[in-house]
């Protein structure tokens, strides 16, 4: 969808008096207020009815932006090296790095901790939104705390709706689960949050990274996101391994979502589904950022479909499939 240079203008505008603005990135829509305004960052704590105990990311489109926010000098060298080549390399992209706060980015944004999350993101909309504002803006996924993540203007308005100031509608977003958090103010790069950059892509730029937390569940979380209970659909959700689908029988009042077309079809042809409704595919010739593009919205839509349960066939678990199975295996846990 194309947005005029004047309605991001307009929004710009309600972001500097200290409105919130819902608007789309690459991974999802992103909840954002001027990062100066501790009032509007309140806003957001209250809108999504998130803890305070949970840090946002802060959003910017240049690199000049990030010396306002983030402390480069007390990194180690070797540290600012890897900040250097990720952000070279990676930015802008599906990527949020950890690095130390400078003084001046209030404590509510970043709960208290010395350390703050800043992302560039590879979205037209969500730069220009970025550089006619303040140049930071800080934003979480668009959604109510712990439910799914926005992937549509539409999912914004029907889980915010009014309490947003204004929506940006940048139509779906392309790469459909949130930037990957990867944490540099310490010695060894450590993943805190799979997502929409792969490890692989990460290690082949700076080495080995720390994995041991990506995807495990922590009774104190590095990051809030590492809650177990976390991207849940109102309906209760269970996860299956990939051979196991084809066994579950079918019952008209389930829906299934199938990682593939091939495991689909095998189950199609095991259990004979009579007027089968609520089936659906992550991506048909098993595509893993086509299945990350789909995820959400799928999830959405089982959701609202009305169905008693919605049962998923986990993802392989190599490239995006570890962010997909991270997020699944949360949405699991309620229940
Ligand atoms: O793709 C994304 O990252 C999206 C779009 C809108 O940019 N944003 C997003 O924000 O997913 P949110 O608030 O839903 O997730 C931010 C994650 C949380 O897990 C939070 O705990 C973690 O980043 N985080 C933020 N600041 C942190 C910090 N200083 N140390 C460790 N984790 C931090
Ligand atoms: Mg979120």
């Known amino acids: 969808m194309l947005l005029s240079d004047d309605a991001i203008g307009r929004a710009a505008e309600a972001l500097v008096s200290g409105l919130l603005v819902a608007f789309p990135t690459e991974t999802v829509y992103g909840l954002g207020a001027d990062v100066f305004n501790v009032a509007a960052l309140e806003r957001i704590f209250a809108v999504k009815r998130r803890p305070r105990f949970d840090p946002l990311i802060i959003h910017i489109a240049d690199m000049d932006a990030l010396e306002g926010i983030a402390d480069i000098s007390s990194l180690e060298p070797v540290s600012r090296e890897k900040l250097a080549a990720l952000s070279r390399c990676l930015w802008p992209g599906p990527l949020t790095l950890i690095l130390p706060k400078r003084p001046a ?3 509510l944004a970043t709960a208290g901790l010395a350390t ?3 992302r560039f993101p590879d979205h037209p909309v969500a730069q220009k939104l970025i550089r006619l ?11 109510p705390f712990g439910y799914l993540s926005p992937t549509r ?3 914004v308005q029907e889980q915010l709706g009014a309490q947003v100031d204004i929506i940006l509608d940048g139509g779906r977003t392309g790469i459909g689960v949130e930037s990957t958090v990867l944490d540099l103010s310490t010695g060894l790069p450590r993943i805190l949050r799979p997502g929409g950059t792969s490890r692989e892509r990460i290690e082949a730029i700076i080495g080995p990274v720390d994995n041991s937390e990506q995807g495990g569940i922590l009774e104190a ?11 849940a659909p109102r309906s209760p959700l269970t996860l299956h391994c990939p051979g196991d689908m084809i066994a579950l029988p079918y019952r008209a009042s389930e829906g299934y979502l199938f990682f593939d077309g091939k495991s689909r079809d095998a189950w199609y042809t095991a259990q004979e589904p009579r007027d089968a409704r609520w ?12 299945a990350a593009t789909n995820l959400f919205d799928q999830l959405h839509e089982l959701d609202k479909s009305g169905c008693s349960i919605i049962r998923v066939e986990q993802a392989p678990e190599d490239g995006l499939g570890s962010a997909i199975n991270d997020r ?8």
């Open 221 to 231: 979380p590095h990051s809030p996101g590492q809650l177990k209970s976390h991207y």
């Open 279 to 290: 089936i659906r595919t992550l991506s048909e010739t098993g595509s893993m950022a086509e």
């Open 116 to 118: 703050v999350a800043v």
């Open 133 to 143: 504002s303040t140049g930071a803006i800080a934003a979480p996924s668009a959604n």
């Open 153 to 155: 203007a539409e999912h």
């Open 328 to 335: 699944l295996s949360r949405a699991a846990t309620m229940y």
């Open 105 to 107: 980015v209030p404590d």
